[in-house]
């Protein structure tokens, strides 16, 4: 498939790469490193990347570039790290003249039927990796410097520092090979890693004050209240999801983030799929890592139920596991 994949590359001049909204690391660094490498592969191609909702936190490796609606009818489009059509940064991919999709997500749904091809790969735990192993496989793509900075950067990120499972063999193979392009490793950890002062303080405030259900799931509802009075926004608040990761007992972690216009959820676990829930209340994602939106205070009583008696049933299945 990654032979397709490249011949399509050959074919076209304008090549457009887009993702999926509100972007996380493994997405933007996916886009960053394709155009990057093509970039650097096609100094005479036109290579553009779509999406100018690039987080701060992001905007060490991000690309956003003005793409005029007309070129589309004779570019290739390509998606990266976007399971539906529906969460397609940007609607006008469905002009491409041709579309790819690459992808990690074990939800993926076909984008369309017609000149279309998709490679998607559930196990692998970074869609970033996917990439870097679409450059270095191929004889014509040129990796550098900032492509591989980027995958990179996507792949730690989407596999929480290398600790989430999906970790293997091939993919610590891509995460090497990109390690032999000079990459400041410092300086990306840096990007990453350092918040304010006052994102502690609300940490120390999720530690004191998170609640727990019945079963043991562990949540925390950031109302705009809280989020005020520690000055974080929305984003930074949702971020602090994993404060609650590891927790003896508690196999399910949840946010709770007013929005104003909606609760937006972010779904965490070990061992359990949480997926399936987050789908029964507008979202999906990840077995472990999932995100759902709802919009009033029922709807979380509701949500929290479903998680715990999933959360119940699942240590009653799984005794040995904590
Ligand atoms: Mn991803």
Redesign the pocket.
Known sequence: MFKEIIKKIEEFDTIIVHRHMRP????IG?QAGLVQALRNTYPNKKIYSVGDDIPEYLGFIGLSDEVSDDIYKEALVIVV?TSIKERIYDDRWQNAAFLIKI???DDSHPFREENYLEFIDAGS????AIIARLIESSDVLKMNKEASLALYT?IIT?TGRFLYRGVDKTLMNAAANLLSYDIDTEYMFAKLNLKEMNTYRLEAYVYKNMKMTKSGVVYMFFTKKIMKKFGVSCDEAAALVNTMASIKGSMIWVTFVDYGDNIRVRLRSRYVAVNEVARSYRGGG?LQASGATIYNKKEMKAILNDLDSLHASFKQANKELE
């Open positions: 996380d690391g493994d997405c996916s790290d992808d990690h997500h735990a970074a869609c970033s996507g989407d990840h």
